[in-house]
Structures are given as C-alpha cells and as structure tokens.
DNA sequence: TGTACATCAGTGAACGCGCGTTCACTGATGTAC
DNA sequence: TGTACATCAGTGAACGCGCGTTCACTGATGTAC
C-alpha cells in the first residue's frame, strides 16, 4: 500500500504502478518476478485494474518496464561501489573490475527480488544499441563491464582477442555466484562468510582475465 | 498424456506423477519449475486429481521428488561426458574437472527445463550427509566435484586452503554460464558459438583453479 | 479351498481463490471560439 | 471571460480459467482362519 491517488486523473499512474511493482519484487524477494502481479500493482496505486491497460498493454509489458528500473538500479549500485574504493576512483581497472563483480553481487544479495527482475531486462541491454536501463552515469551494467575490460586492454593487462572471453568468464562468474548465493541453495550461508567468498571469487576471476592474457602475449 | 493406468489401482502411480512432472518440465523447458503443474500431471497419470495426495502431500512434494530425479539425471550427464573424454576417462583430474564443468552445462543447454528443476534439489544435496540425488557411479554432481577437486589436491595441482575458494569458483562459473545461455539473456545466441565459449569458460576456470595455487605454492 | 474383513488406493464432485483481461461506460480536463 | 465539446483517464462489473486442496465415499486387494 504505497500511494493512493487524489482525485479521478492519478497524475502519473505508469510511473506508479512501476513503482508498485518494484515493492513486490522487493517485498516477495524469493519469489522473483513472479511476485510482480498486475491487479494488486493497481490496487496499491489506488485504482482499478482496467486502468493499468492504459497504460501497459498487458502484464508481460509492466514487468518489463519495472526490469529496466531494476536494471538502473544495478547499474548504480556498481557506480558506488566503484567510488568507494581509492584505486577504483583513481582510474585503476583491476579495482573497476572489481567494483563491477562485487556490485553486481551485492546488488543481488541486498535485492534478490530486483536481481531476479532486472534479469528481463537484461536481453535488451545487451543487443540493442542504446540499452534503455543505466545508472546515473549514462551505462549499463554490460557496458560497465565492457568499458573496464577495455581500460584493461588499453593497458595491457588483457590480450585484444580475449576481451570477449573475458567478458563472458567474469559475467559468468558473478552471476552464477549472485544466483546461488542470493536465490539458490547457498542462500542460507551466513552473510559474512558469503561476502567473504565474494571477495575471494571476485579476486580469481580479475586474476583469471590478467593472468591468462599475460601468458598469452608472452607465449606468443 | 504419458500413460494411462491399468485398472483401479496404478501400480506405481507415485512413480508415474514423477515422470510426468519432468515430461511437463522438459516441454516447457523456458518456464522451469513453474511448469510441473499437480492436477495436469495426475491428469497424464490417468487419475483424479485428489489420487495425488495419497503420495504426496503438496504440489511442492511432488516438485522436490521431481527436482531430485533430474539431479540425478545431471550427475549421469556428467559422468557420461567424462567417461567420453580419454584423457578424462585415465584419470586425468584437470580432464576431470573440464567433465563436470562442461558436462553440467551441457544438460543445462539440452534440458533446460530440467536444469531448473534440479536447481531445487541442489539444497538438500548440500549439506546433507547423504543426498539423495546421485547418478549411476553414486555420487551428486557437487561430490563429483569434489571429487576431482580432491584429486587435484593430492596431484598436487590445488593447494588444500584453496580448496573451498575452488569448488565456489568452479560452481559459480558453470551455473552462471549455464543460466545465462539456457535459460537467461543469451538463449538465443547460436548453439555453436555457445558451445565454444563453454569451452573456454571452463578452460579458463581450470586454469584459474590450478595456476593460482601453483603461485600459492611456489610464493609461500 | 473358501469366505469375512481390514486395509489401501483410488473416485467424483466441489470449494475458494486470484489471476489476466474485456465490456460499455462516465467523470475530469483543457482547448477553440 | 464564458461556454461547447473533443479528448483522455479512469470506473465498475464481469468473464473464463485453472489452480491447489478438501469432502465423504467406494472399489480392489490380500490376509486370517
């Protein structure tokens, strides 16, 4: 029960009921998107269920709205994370790989409801263009991981022809991590000893991406 | 519509309401677990609905009977997919490892229905001190793992601390592979270009398992 | 070998639920003159 | 400045659906004597 609207016209009904949908996916974290539901997203903006059809052709069309949200969300929670650490602010793309993996993980474990949400979203981001869903600074969570491994090419710490195997190793990682750890059968493991091994896999996977690459300009 | 019963009594109908349930999952391979549905899988029984209850007492009972057959179904993939492997089939523990890897995100590729299913059985297989999902050899795709982790410890190739971080790396890098390509944002790309890149995903989580530790063992 | 009877596995009908979606409509808003 | 009217955003009631689950029951089975 969020907002109830004023008067007959509700003002901004769409960006509402988004919002309502955001609540129950929060709320309901476990469920995933399934916890998304159309008439109650319209009972807590106060308003019949027929309105919603005014503005979403149909349920498939509301969820993926407030995906996108969730997807900003994310894309935000990496933006901070890499703030706030030194190196990472000072430009360092180890540390910016770092911020990527371990915000994408925390942002799950801290909202496993919108994790599951955002992961609708996450077709679009990927092949389109222009990616509707991004943080404050103007990139998706994908971009976000594109542009660190490309500060890692710049400075050699990642071999050209590996930029594409790197991005699916890491994204690999810390999404299965996220998917076990905030929704699956770790989801129990006390929150400390799940930060930790945050920390420990996120370290393997930068080693994996820069080492591997070493050796392949060495070698060859 | 898999079998009708004989007479009055089945015979085996809990058996049978199993076996529809991954019929069902397997049909609708995108909505996962969602898809095993009680009252249709009585109905392919050839039953009444009601005749469920006497062998399970939920839905979700007859969910996690389902879950822990296609576990087992997983930890068969993988023995499967080692066995055809020489090097593997020697006894080869890194052959070993790049088995369980690719072959646990192979059955996510071909029976993504299944896949899902499994997941909910991955919990008890956890922590308990003997799961109950096991392939033919009588081991759970996570023993199996930790089997040819254990093998790489005695080989010399894993340092015993790193043991743990090991088998997390490993988990997390598979499952998120498998996720994101069977049933997530990147199910469409081709299956050639898929099966590649798991090649790689997995070489790379090799290598990281075992070089790591070699710097851990020659650094300390 | 035959019958009585307890046990077990199913029947058949119904329940309440909440969902997504559609109907013809009405109240509020703002623009044209 | 005031009124007519088109436009838009909502109403209210209903639909069909399929689900999980529960009721008191009945038909088949097999064991005891």
Redesign the interface.
Known sequence: VSEAKVGYHHGDLRQALVRAALEMARERGAQGA?AVVLREATRRAGVTPRAAYRHFADREALLRAAAQVALGEMARAIENRQSQHPAAAAGDPAALLTGVGLGYIHFALDEPGWFDVA?FA??D??NTASPPARGPAGRSPYEQLQDVLQALVATGLLAPERF??AA??C??????????TAL???R?LPRELVNA?AE??VA??V??VT??STNYRSAK
Do not use: I, Y
């Open positions: 399934q992961f996450m077709a981001m990927l594409a195997d699916v190793t994204w690999s990682g810390v999404h299965g991590f996220a998917a076990l699956g059968p770790l129990e091994q420990r896999l393997d996977l080693d994996a080492r591997r």
